[in-house]
């Protein structure tokens, strides 16, 4: 089994930081690109930011500079550091990894976390 799973969401004023974890665990040989969504209510998902397995990162237009996505291969985590918050940026957040399970050549499949709720609020 694989699972993630994220954590480090809440609430956070204005202006303010969060700083999002994806830890994925089970029976993982590696994983490939990564990243990371977002869904706010009423809005249909979109590309928060895609991280590539070579390390080149594609950000959605709305961040502007404002957040850093990261990964580290040996922990099967992504990070995504959220700065200079803004109220649009309240959604629920969803990373996900594209996981060869068991050995080297095993077919890579995208497992997606639970989603975390990001409240900017004044």
């Known amino acids: 089994q694989v699972q993630l799973v994220e954590s480090g969401g809440g609430l956070v004023q204005p202006g303010g930081s969060l700083r999002l974890s994806c830890a994925a665990s089970?029976?993982?040989?590696?994983?490939?690109?990564a990243g990371w969504f977002r869904q706010a209510p009423g809005k249909q998902r979109e590309l928060v930011a895609r991280i590539m397995d070579a390390g080149s990162i594609k950000y959605g237009d709305f961040v502007a500079g404002r957040f850093t996505g990261s990964r580290d291969n040996a922990k099967n985590t992504v990070w995504l550091e959220m700065n200079s918050l803004r109220l649009e940026d309240t959604a629920v957040y969803y990373c996900?990894?594209?996981?060869?399970?068991?050995?080297?050549?095993?077919?890579?499949?995208?497992?997606w976390g639970q989603g975390i709720q990001v409240a900017v609020s004044a």
């Open positions: 089970g029976n993982i040989y590696s994983f490939l690109n």
């Open positions: 996900y990894l594209t996981i060869r399970s068991g050995y080297s050549s095993a077919y890579p499949k995208t497992y």
